[in-house]
């Protein structure tokens, strides 16, 4: 506030000061030209030789002569001296029209008098004609003014001061009422939000920003109260049957069968590890977004090496002979196969089936619309705008992994990408996970710039068992392939 006035009161002054000099200058300027057009008339009757005695002149504060080379005044008006010349000659300049300020003494006027002399008469008899105009009236008129602004700058400063003492309270009073609000919440109650005042300005729209990030603040909580609370029970799980494991061997003493009991706790550990295995791994795809460094990796083989690892019941491969280069971290893509055809074996009765395509561009459009699609992968480090032509169209890996299980109602397949999320079905955690393994498989997949979905074993069919998961991968252009 204080500079802002302070800048107001400098312009003021600024502005007051040229008002002066512009004020001075235009009625010099009228008086200027005023006694020029008096002189020029009176240099016209002398060259006429037709002045007359004494010479007319309007207004009691005009006085004009007209003098000869020897400075002997040849004609005046009433009021002026007819013996003294207003202007010595040697002041003047032959034959050039001049103006000069002189004191009023010398033309019998008060203060100070402007003197305009213009050429006459001819080449045997130069005469000149001096024209005096009292500058009395310029300057009162400037005196006026000076003392208006002196008496009204400071009025207006304070007038200005106390305008915008209020119009800027009151811009900060919604300010004022964001920052008590905000010191009212605690982070405690998810309840907490700013008011938002009436007024649609820029305060009204910062409300209504914050308010929106405190809403996915707290989404962000609940989220994370979720997640601690379901990874506490599922460790609670694990943790539980090695107690109970441990107190039976106990109590049982010499019949404890300890073959038994160390194979239990080991099952137990190891579902253990596998559990925090995934949570940390969960919280550093959540801490890091970015895909880390990547190279080509050939889908044919990656697929060939997982399927190797099930035997039984066993994982049938179905890839083209051609390479199928893509880009990405090799462990991640490994995992999240590994992680599928998981969740195929556990739910297969017979038979799982993993199968890769040549590059397509534009992948599903079914796949891309959907939750996980290609188009959302892309922010995170994905391959957009990379073709396999390469001219600009983005094409991917279709790769499917099919069962022949009981499959995953269409309600519900979306749903199973959640953290911690078990079917009816699979909630015995003898046979299923922990529910992370289709979360982490999205979140790898969308690091990677690609997407997943569910769909029915057999598109097109009747309703009937089985899944088929389809993942898209990005696919690298031929000029990138080693």
Do not use: C, K
């Not at 920003?209 to 979720?226: F, H, I, P, V």
């Amino acid at each position: 506030m204080a500079v802002g006035v302070l800048g107001v009161s400098g312009g003021l002054a600024v502005g007051g000061l040229v008002l002066l000099a512009v004020l001075g200058w235009a009625l010099q300027r009228a008086v200027d030209t005023e006694a020029f057009r008096t002189a020029d008339a009176v240099a016209l009757l002398a060259a006429e030789e037709v002045l007359p005695d004494p010479l007319p002149v309007a207004g009691g504060q005009v006085r004009v002569q007209v003098i000869d080379a020897a400075g002997r005044v040849r004609a005046a008006s009433i009021d002026a001296d007819r013996l003294v010349p207003m202007v010595s000659p040697r002041d003047l300049d032959a034959g050039a029209r001049q103006r000069l300020t002189v004191s009023g003494e010398r033309v019998g006027l008060a203060g100070p008098v402007r003197v305009v002399a213009v050429p006459a008469g001819t080449a045997a008899d130069p005469r000149t004609v001096l024209v005096a105009r009292s500058l009395a009236d310029v300057r009162q008129s400037a005196r006026v003014v000076r003392t208006i602004l002196l008496v009204s700058f400071p009025l207006l400063v304070a007038v200005l001061a106390a305008v915008a003492w209020r119009v800027v309270g009151a811009t900060l009073r919604p300010v004022e009422a964001l920052r008590r609000g905000a010191e009212e919440i605690t982070g405690r109650d998810g309840g907490g939000r700013l008011p938002v005042p009436a007024s649609q300005d820029e305060i009204h729209r910062l409300a209504v920003t914050l308010n929106g990030m405190l809403g996915r603040l707290e989404s962000a909580r609940d989220r994370q109260r979720a997640f601690v609370a379901d990874a506490a029970h599922e460790l609670r799980s694990p943790l539980t049957n090695i107690r109970t494991e441990l107190e039976v061997a106990r109590r049982l003493a010499e019949r404890t069968d300890w073959a038994a009991v160390s194979a239990n706790l080991l099952t137990d550990t190891e579902r253990l590890g596998r559990l925090v295995d995934d949570l940390l791994l969960l919280a550093r795809l959540d801490e890091r977004p970015a895909a880390r460094a990547t190279g080509p990796v050939e889908l044919g083989a990656l697929l060939a090496a997982v399927a190797a690892r099930y035997p039984s019941p066993p994982v049938r491969l179905d890839v083209p002979v051609a390479p199928l280069w893509t880009e990405g971290d090799a462990d991640e893509l490994r995992r999240i196969l590994t992680n599928l055809v998981d969740n195929a074996v556990r739910h297969a009765h017979g038979e799982v089936v993993l199968a890769a395509g040549p590059p397509v561009e534009g992948g599903d459009a079914s796949l891309a619309a959907g939750g996980g699609g290609p188009g959302r992968g892309t922010g995170d480090g994905g391959p957009a705008g990379r073709g396999a032509g390469g001219d600009g169209a983005v094409a991917y890996h279709l790769v499917t992994v099919t069962d022949d299980g009981p499959g995953i109602p269409a309600a519900d397949r979306e749903r199973v990408f959640g953290r911690f999320t078990r079917l009816d079905d699979a909630r015995a955690r003898d046979d299923g996970g922990a529910g992370l393994g289709l979360a982490i498989v999205r979140e790898l997949v969308r690091r990677a710039g690609g997407g997943i979905d569910l769909t029915d074993a057999h598109p097109g069919r009747a309703a009937g068992p089985g899944l088929r998961v389809r993942l898209l991968l990005p696919a690298l252009p031929g000029s990138e392939r080693p």
